[in-house]
């Protein structure tokens, strides 16, 4: 499965208004002008963020969206169902070797426990401590 910029920008737009929450609504300009990205394209993505009622907008002079739950109550894995469709990597095939068919389920269920186990507060509050495993390859 490859998430496309659909599911890379909504995490983005999401992330920022999580990182603001609670300072009143946020323009998709502003989140646009910040992280260089097309406001156009931001409001295509907002519609269905919107209607999975994960943000709410408020109109106005000084409107814009808000998060629609709590940042602990929303999963990266909301975030990218609603965007980019159900976490699979490959259609699974009933008639397919078990072998191959086991691994397309584990790698499946591995992505969607990241996904579903990461709240929107955690990448909205993530420090880089850069404590990161680094692996080194010799060839």
Do not use: C
Request: charged letters at 30%; aromatic letters at 6%.
């Amino acid at each position: 499965m490859k998430i496309s910029t659909k599911g890379r920008y909504g995490l983005t737009i999401m992330i920022a208004l999580a990182k603001k929450d609670g300072e009143g609504p946020i323009s998709l300009k502003s989140i646009a002008k910040e992280h260089n990205l097309s406001e156009h394209y931001l409001e295509q993505l907002i519609a269905p963020l919107r209607n999975a009622m994960l943000v709410k907008s408020v109109r106005g002079a000084y409107g814009g969206y808000m998060l629609g739950k709590l940042a602990e109550e929303i999963t990266a894995g909301d975030i990218i169902r609603v965007l980019e469709g159900p976490i699979t990597p490959v259609e699974i095939i009933d008639d397919e070797e078990p072998a191959k068919r086991d691994l397309w389920i584990k790698i499946r269920d591995a992505v969607k426990d990241v996904l579903d186990s990461t709240t929107l507060d955690d990448l909205a509050t993530y420090e880089d401590t850069g404590e990161q495993e680094n692996f080194m390859f010799y060839i």
